[in-house]
């Protein structure tokens, strides 16, 4: 994972951040019915209020699925992840191919598209490669590769929900002397079917978006951020589901190794 994705991942994890941080807690009731607003047990409570709820369910969550996007580059993540490092999806890198990864503890399953390898090795190699390689996932672990190493950033939620609270506040909590911040409320609308309510942070020219599922547990189910006409968007679902653990069976992997004399000279893989 190239750093320049981390970054702009960890951008729009902070629209949960650090302005958000008291850790309020959630009573799970629907919208009642002599609520105008439609924004269920939401109404009435703050800005910041809403948000500390949303935060304290993603920092409570042991698995879920997350989907991002960034104008800052083509990658996109679609995985479901868990505390413990595991994780199943795809890494889409557009032009340049799609990879499905699956992650078990140390061991990793990766298996490039046609157009991942196409990519990656000149003219005929490619072709190649990508025939001798259909329907095949390349296997190794995180400790004896360094390109599977720096999957596992990726793959772990742990990280996500710590990059999730937040670095430009003071421990306390409280913003830093030199942020300026604002955090309002926005009106309930729709995503994906779900009623939620939005949360707007603003902060030094970034505006940060929280979308707050209304009914039930008030889980965040969009992230959006905005800053230096760049914009990127996190989407949380499936809260709370394992992570699958099948993996792929002996006679569908190759060792990862085998592939390192193709790729010799051609750079690192771009998953």
Partial sequence: MTSRRRAA??????????ALLAGATSTGAVAAADDPDGEGDLAGKSAQQIADTALH??????SLRLRTRTT???TQLDL?????????????????GRVEIIKRGTQVWLKPDATFWKSQLPGSEGTTAADKYKDTYLHGTTKND???QSLAD????????KSATGHDESPSGTPSPSATVTLTKGRPTTFEGTPVLPVVKKANGAVQTVYVAINGK???LKLTAEIDHETGTILLSNYDTPVSAKTPAPGDTVDISSVKELLEGQGEPNA
């Fill in 57 to 62: 369910e993603l920092l409570a969550a042991h």
């Fill in 146 to 148: 360094a390109v599977l």
């Fill in 154 to 161: 990726a793959c772990d939620l742990k990280a996500f929900q």
């Fill in 80 to 96: 479901t992840l868990d505390q413990a490092g595991n994780c199943a999806g795809a890494i889409s890198k557009g032009p340049l």
């Fill in 9 to 18: 991942t960890a951008a729009v994890a902070l629209s949960c951040g650090a």
């Fill in 72 to 74: 800052a580059e083509p």
């Fill in 218 to 220: 008030h889980y965040p």
